[in-house]
């Protein structure tokens, strides 16, 4: 009975394998590879209206040459997108900063830094923005942003600065 008991066990074990055999695996569902790319969307942590916004994404400063206060044609152009992004965001109020670079006297640099915050504001103005929107003050050569005594850096220190005193998104 032994020898039965093993053949029947056997016999049941193959039988077990030989199904096991024939019977079909089921299929694996298929799925989309990752992806192998980043997609063509950016994700950014600026928020819209805000002063990081203006600052990076349009541009908040223009700079002036020499002695002079009239918007040069590359101050146009960053105005124009700023005048675009203060219509689309009607309650952000703005000072225009006039700043200069160290020659001169401070009373002349003082004076000099109004009349270059005054060409801008003016400029936004005769592209629709709102007068009443837009404050401007002088610093003269009291803010510099480069303390080199050289062209390159007196030529960053010439500047009208567009800042948010109000209304922007946070």
């Known amino acids: ?30 799925t989309a590879p990752p992806p192998t790319s980043m997609s063509n969307t950016t994700t950014s942590s600026i928020i819209p209206g805000s002063a990081e916004d203006l600052r990076v ?17 590359e101050g146009r152009s960053i105005l124009q997108r700023q005048a675009a992004w203060l219509q689309k965001y009607p ?45 401007t003050i002088s610093y003269g050569k009291e803010r510099p942003i480069c303390t080199e005594s050289d062209e390159a850096c007196w030529a960053q220190n010439r500047r009208g600065v567009t800042t948010i005193t109000g209304g922007a998104n946070s």
């Open 57 to 73: 994404n349009v541009g908040d400063t223009v700079h002036f040459d020499y002695d002079a206060y009239n918007v040069t044609d």
């Open 91 to 135: 309650s952000v109020r703005v000072t225009i900063e006039g700043n200069c670079d160290e020659r001169g006297t401070r009373e002349y640099n003082l004076a000099l830094g109004a009349r270059r915050a005054n060409s801008v504001k003016e400029y936004l103005v005769s592209l629709g923005v709102s007068a009443s929107r837009v404050d």
């Open 1 to 30: 009975m032994i020898k039965i008991s093993t053949t029947l066990k056997l016999a049941a074990l193959a039988s077990v394998l030989v199904l096991a055999a024939c019977t079909e695996k089921p299929k694996a569902v298929e």
